[in-house]
């Protein structure tokens, strides 16, 4: 992955909340219009800043929650890189992956702080390279992976989670915690010179545990029908096709795992 300053989204990157952070892993840094800059992103945040956070470590990376609005931009923009993938011989492609990489981003943001719609929470989760003695890596090369958890709550006459052609707003019921509520996955995506180390399988273990620990007891995920490898990625997790529900008009498959 090769980002440059000029591929930066014009706005202003804080630092997190979380204390003991500001004085080293997080750095305010400003990018604004029509300006080239050069920059250093974020430290990588250490083991002793993460340790109260949910992680799976495997191999010689550690998947976890993103916590730096550095670590939520470089998510933003895997998955640019992710989308614009096979049409890489495009004109202006760059620009292209920008636009995207900053809606992406704010999206992200959003979806993340709080409620909306049927989801009742929503986080981004990353797959970071390990910490190396003596080493502090900047955030844009540590994280390799990203992928969204979300609990959500079947919306009014919905049997499977994207039934309705139009989203209904009420809600089923608001029984017991748990109550027709379920977790979906979505935007996964690992960066090219990264894949085949199990990165995204694992990313999917984290997912299900963090799942699991909110009492949800189905993982829901979509994926284009013709998108073979990532089926086969989803069925190596445990996950199945949903063969009940009805076709998508945007030819994706629902697959599930039971947790």
């Known amino acids: 992955m090769l980002l440059r300053g000029s591929f930066l989204p014009h706005f202003r990157i804080c630092p997190s909340s979380i204390a003991g952070l500001q004085s080293k892993a997080a750095k305010s840094i400003s990018v604004f219009c029509n300006v080239r800059v050069s920059y250093s992103f974020g430290l990588q945040l250490s083991e002793q800043e993460l340790c109260s956070r949910e992680r799976r470590a495997f191999g010689r990376f550690v998947a976890r929650g993103a916590v730096l609005d550095e670590e939520y931009w470089t998510a933003a923009w895997l998955r640019a890189e992710a989308h614009w993938e096979s049409l890489s011989y495009m004109r202006h492609m760059d620009n292209y992956k920008r636009k995207f990489a900053e809606q992406e981003f704010y999206a992200l943001k959003h979806r993340c ?3 909306h719609g049927n989801s009742l929470k929503c986080s981004c989760l990353v797959a970071v390279k390990k910490e190396d003695k003596n080493v502090r890596r ?7 992976g990203t992928l969204d958890l979300s609990i959500k709550q079947f919306l009014h006459g919905e049997t499977f989670p994207g039934e309705l052609k139009k989203a209904n707003a009420v809600l089923v019921s608001h029984e017991a915690y748990g109550a027709h509520q379920y977790a979906y996955v979505a935007n996964l995506c690992v960066a090219k010179y990264a894949r085949r180390q199990g990165i995204a399988t694992n990313m999917l273990y984290l997912a299900s545990d963090m799942a699991i620990s909110t009492g949800m007891k189905q993982l829901f995920v979509h994926v284009n029908i013709d998108n073979k490898p990532a089926q086969e990625l989803y069925r190596k997790a445990g996950f199945q096709v949903v063969e009940a529900a009805p ?3 945007d030819q994706r498959l629902l697959m599930c795992v039971e947790l």
């Open 113 to 115: 702080s709080g409620r």
């Open 138 to 144: 900047t955030v844009l090369n540590s994280v390799v």
């Open 247 to 249: 076709p998508s008009k």
